[in-house]
DNA sequence: CTAAAGGTGACAAAAATTGACACTATAAAA
DNA sequence: TTTTATAGTGTCAATTTTTGTCACCTTTAG
């Protein structure tokens, strides 16, 4: 097995197990205790986040937003989602753009630099119209990055998700939802989600909720979105 | 120097000169001939086209299209590039939808198996609406994704492009163009270009543009698109 | 205090990489 | 035809990197 394979089944077995130990990964992987620490230690070196803990009952603990990927993708590969992303942007963004944007950063930083300049060339040639004109961006919504681990657990792990929401008239709320889908008519998101204080589906517009948070411990089971059904999606939404 | 980075300085240094002789680029690097034959052969083993020639005279070529990149992202940024390429599928799509398409699934083979099923079912919650209603798909265009260095060329070396066009009445002629600018108005793209044969802008419907090919030695310069001028680029597009 | 955990430093053993050299093949030039 | 300049392969010893062992330190729970 190779220096990277090793490392890359050690952060594998870390992220599937949540935590464990020195000794147990060693044992899993074939090398020594020595080995795995310095494995470790590369690891964070690329920008894992592995917490650990010393003493009886500690071990080592993957954060899983660090969760890192490396693909190698050709040029034509990243113009096309240069061209994605900008195009998005263009049509009312998305909540999730700044991400996108950071991605698309990165990809760029590992590109070499005339060909950075090549498509930045490329990409002032391209004129997104029509779409950007009929709607108004200046009232469109954003949603800080930091927020989509709170709204993906709560998918996956069919988690309650509690925020404050400011309706169309400027009362505020406090929820606590089922998050059952996500609705996106550009420029604007929607947070469909069941409410059951209200015993109701609910649509919420993702840039009028705040401080969300997981309520821990209490899930809840997937319903059937009446999408096109009884509830209109396009119909009485607040744009 | 690390084994790593000698072989992308040996990338770069191709890429930059276009050609270059094992020799040269084992002074260059500072390693013997043997090490910089290996090395190339890893470079192609990840993926590099890198012709070579035998005899005097002969050398080394890199194929820039098969230029990679390595990027590491996170998977919120990952998934962040999945929406923009979902959403911008079902506002209509892009003629190059399959090369993001091939990026994503390289981004998405990268990852863990259980981080893409996670994100397969967080994207089943995503219902993306009313412009995929609004338009008519089956009439949408599609271009082959070898077409676009074709057009990446012709943009950046400003060289005439030289096509097949169908009009809105079926009508098929042979063009001989200068591009200027791509006008993205989903679903539909379009190329905007001086038409040196009838001294005037035109612009054609992307999908209806075929067998594409640069005219090797011919420039032209950059031209004031009129967009908003006295050439509406919304009006008079046949859609 | 003890046991179980993470972490560091040093050094020899093991493994991978590298360079030197001999060799083959090919193409252009002399 | 011979020479020269190039790519490419195989082998093996030298070099460099990686790994394991061991001693030792720190932290925490019981």
New binding site residues.
Partial sequence: ???RQ?QDAIARSLRRNGT???????QEV????????????ALRDEGFV?H?????????QLDPQSIQTTARLSVSEVFALLISVASMRAAGGIPFSGLADVALAKIEKALPSDKVRDLRRFLDCLYIGELALQVDISNMGTMEPELLPAFETAFLQRQHLRFQYRDAKGVVTQREVEPQAMLILPPLWYLVAWDPAREDFRHFRMDRISTPELVEGVTFRRRHVPFGDHVSPVRNLSR
């Fill in positions: 097995m190779n220096v090793r464990s130990t020195v000794a147990a990964l060693a074939g090398a020594s205790k020595r080995t795995v620490l310095r494995d470790i230690s592995i650990s803990e010393a003493g009886r009952g500690g071990g080592l």
